[in-house]
């Protein structure tokens, strides 16, 4: 008998004693041994922990948080797990162990997000941790460390290492790496469909989840997921998913607005003021892992008073909304020397670049803009994961999708960030009217040159 199909998670599928649900209508089975992660305070943390952030300011409804989405996970990962099962080159692979190493990261995946992560780490802050190094702290902490240990075999350890980007090169655990991050992983086939559900967009949700994980296979090395071609385009149509996800929702212009924003305000904030552990931003810096998103609100908001940031913080999470409005886009297609000249720069030469066109308009127009009045927004310095899926062919051969796909090929070949991810130019909302019919890209231009 498989002894895979045993762990007792995987028979719950099918006989679950405990369900957790989850919207939309999903039932995830939850064993003894899984709950007390998910009741653990580092896992409950994830429940004060908005998924999304500042796409709610555009779709009110995107509030969900990362513990209803590491719920999601998980679930996915039973399904995988229940499906690869089968295939006898994953079982020769994978050991009951190392099942239980995947089912626990997958759960545990995202233990170490603090609010508003991903827009903090695309600033790239000198001395600031990632998650994954918050994520560790709780990790090896006694409380998870030692259910991980005595519930399920695994060193708290081991978890880190599979969740860490930083061993991506040569990963000790290739093929587990892949489940939980790659084109087709356990972590995109929730956050497509969830983000989308709540945001009420149908965008994330076009795809054939079933199909997908029922097409599963293994490379020819068996170091990563590929798809059968009865699957391919499932995979095709969740990869299109992502990219309109992207451009419509995640990278929306008043998505972008608002966090160009509080990059700004945080940006400011840390320059102004020598952050030392002792100081308020510094405390505040070390201990935002440890908050609740409202919690981390209110402190900014406490800090940024009576400083040129207030107008920032305020506009965002003020009792008066006011997002700041765009005065140029740039595409790479439309403007591709702007794009190129500006994209994925350091944040810091973004705030200069930003100082020096508002000093430049102000001379040129007579408008006094202050610095913190006009933000360049623009892609950050890291790259979103490549599309490289493989697809078992009838015949048995191994192709890329994007070699049979023409909407993967384009996406593949120019380059994902480059087409949904646009440079702008925010300014704060009274400006925009003033600054109608000036030429912003002639100014730009010039302080690029």
């Given at each position: 008998m498989n002894p895979l199909l045993q762990i007792p998670e995987l028979q719950s599928l099918q006989s679950p004693s405990s369900l957790v649900r989850i919207p939309q209508e999903i039932d995830v089975p939850v064993t003894d041994r899984v709950m007390r992660l998910v009741d653990s305070a580092a896992f409950r943390r994830l429940a004060r922990v908005s998924q999304l952030g500042l796409v709610a300011t555009v779709y009110p409804g995107a509030t969900h948080t990362r513990f209803e989405h590491s719920l999601g996970v998980y679930r996915n990962a039973l399904l995988y797990l229940q499906r690869l099962a089968t295939i006898p080159e994953f079982q020769q692979q994978v050991s009951v162990d190392h099942a239980h190493l995947f089912l626990v990261s997958a759960l545990l995946h995202d233990v170490g997000h603090f609010p508003f992560c991903h827009l903090i780490e695309d600033m790239q802050i000198p001395g600031m941790q990632r998650h994954e190094a918050m994520a560790s702290l709780f990790l090896e902490s006694d409380s998870i460390a030692q259910l991980l240990l005595q519930d399920w075999g695994v060193q708290a350890k081991d978890v880190c290492e599979l969740l860490s980007p930083f061993n991506k090169k040569q990963p000790r655990y290739p093929l587990l790496s892949s489940l939980l991050s790659g084109p087709i992983d356990v972590d995109k086939l929730d956050y497509l469909d969830r983000d989308s559900l709540h945001a009420g967009v149908p965008y994330g949700r076009n795809f054939d989840r079933s199909r997908l994980i029922s097409q599963l296979?293994?490379?020819?090395?068996?170091?990563?997921?590929?798809?059968?071609?009865?699957?391919?385009?499932?995979a095709e149509m969740m990869v299109f998913a992502r990219y309109v996800m992207f451009s419509e929702v995640y990278w929306h212009h008043t998505v972008r607005a608002a966090t160009a924003m509080l990059q700004r305000?945080?940006?400011?904030?840390?320059?102004?003021?020598?952050?030392?552990?002792?100081?308020?931003?510094?405390?505040?810096?070390?201990?935002?892992?440890?908050?609740?998103?409202?919690?981390?609100?209110?402190?900014?908001?406490?800090?940024?008073?009576?400083?040129?940031?207030?107008?920032?913080?305020?506009?965002?999470f003020g009792d008066h909304r006011s997002i700041y409005k765009c005065v140029g886009e740039y595409h790479c297609q439309e403007s591709p020397a702007l794009h190129t000249a500006i994209a994925r720069r350091p944040y810091s030469d973004l705030q200069d670049l930003a100082y020096r066109l508002s000093e430049k308009i102000t001379r040129e127009t007579c408008i006094d803009i202050?610095?913190?009045?006009?933000?360049?927004?623009?892609?950050?310095?890291?790259?979103?994961?490549?599309?490289?899926?493989?697809?078992?062919?009838?015949?048995?051969?191994?192709?890329?999708?994007?070699?049979?796909?023409?909407?993967?090929?384009?996406?593949?070949?120019?380059?994902?960030?480059?087409l949904v991810k646009r440079v702008r130019i925010f300014v704060k909302p009274e400006l925009r009217k003033q600054l109608e019919n000036r030429p912003i890209q002639e100014y730009l231009s010039s302080v690029l040159n």
């Open positions: 296979c293994l490379t020819p090395a068996g170091q990563s997921l590929a798809i059968t071609e009865k699957g391919r385009t499932a305000a945080i940006w400011g904030l840390l320059s102004e003021e020598e952050s030392t552990v002792e100081s308020p931003m510094g405390h505040f810096v070390n201990e935002w892992g440890k908050l609740s998103e409202q919690a981390f609100i209110g402190r900014l908001r406490t800090l940024a008073r009576n400083t040129p940031h207030a107008d920032l913080v305020e506009g965002l202050q610095p913190h009045e006009l933000i360049i927004d623009a892609p950050p310095p890291k790259l979103e994961v490549q599309f490289k899926i493989e697809v078992r062919q009838s015949s048995g051969k191994f192709v890329q999708l994007g070699d049979l796909s023409p909407v993967i090929q384009t996406l593949t070949t120019q380059q994902f960030d480059n």
